[in-house]
């Protein structure tokens, strides 16, 4: 991150452009950085001016307590301001959820891209499984203990033990517990995750939402409910894409909404 902005509450947040053309600014999910969305970024170069950032608690980026969900909001304002005034959001997975609702806070968005967000309504667990997610995450934060909450991360996302337990020796660990509690904003983000109809309902900008064809069933109902619940909504389906959604399949649908 070569470019750096601070937020209403006097946070650091850091920043990188790539690209011309309309503005997009990707957010990204949870147990990532802005440079886990670099990817995307570059391929959307020849089309749009696309900025990635790190997030509060991430990466370059500074932290100020208390977290609020408001917080990010305004972290979004401060940076769209740094890059022009205005511009598109898009967001993957629970950074979805953020665009969506800046998109309805009134900031200048002038359109909102969202790539499954895991609003579990139509998984039978419904509520509970994200309440309780919340609830073990808070106990080992509080504890100090970075790697248990990423394992519950991993375990939330379907993750085998077996698996969990291989990333726990690879290379990357480090960098999973390093951001691990920024975790705790996505879940308050997430809050019960359950699709939040009303604020959706108040969102003045087109919304495109996307979902993988090889995702599960409950992330692509989720997606098009997306679509359904805001006034001017979308709903696309990537062929042969899954939750880790390759940029080279996301970039034209992306670049192709934004610039339209």
């Not at 379907?158 to 705790?184: C, D, H, K, N, Y």
């Amino acid at each position: 991150m070569d470019k750096k902005t601070t937020s209403v509450d006097g946070t650091s947040l850091a920043y990188r452009v790539t690209g011309e053309g309309p503005t997009v600014i990707l957010v990204s999910g949870a147990m990532s950085t802005g440079l886990t969305l670099a990817p995307l970024a570059a391929a959307l170069a020849d089309r749009c001016r696309a900025v990635v950032y790190d997030r509060r608690g991430r990466g370059a980026s500074g932290d100020t307590a208390p977290y609020a969900v408001e917080r990010e909001v305004e972290d979004l304002a401060a940076l769209m301001a740094a890059v022009g005034g205005e511009a598109a959001l898009f967001g993957l997975s629970s950074g979805g959820a953020l665009a969506l609702l800046a998109a309805a806070s009134g900031l200048p968005v002038t359109r909102a891209a969202v790539y499954e967000v895991p609003f579990n309504d139509f998984l039978p667990e419904g509520p509970e499984r994200q309440l309780s997610y919340a609830a073990a995450l808070d106990v080992a934060l509080a504890a100090g203990d970075r790697g248990g909450a990423a394992e519950l991360f991993l375990r939330l996302t379907g993750l085998g033990e077996e698996m969990i337990q291989r990333a726990r020796q690879s290379p990357m660990w480090p960098g999973l517990e390093q951001v691990a509690p920024s975790l705790a904003y996505d879940a308050a983000l997430m809050g019960d995750g359950l699709l939040p109809a009303e604020p959706l309902s108040h969102v003045p900008v087109p919304v495109l939402s996307a979902a993988g064809s090889l995702s599960p069933e409950w992330l692509r109902a989720g997606a098009q409910a997306v679509a359904e619940a805001v006034p001017d909504g979308a709903y696309a389906v990537l062929e042969g894409q899954t939750h880790a959604v390759e940029p080279a399949f996301l970039a034209p649908v992306l670049a192709d909404f934004v610039t339209g």
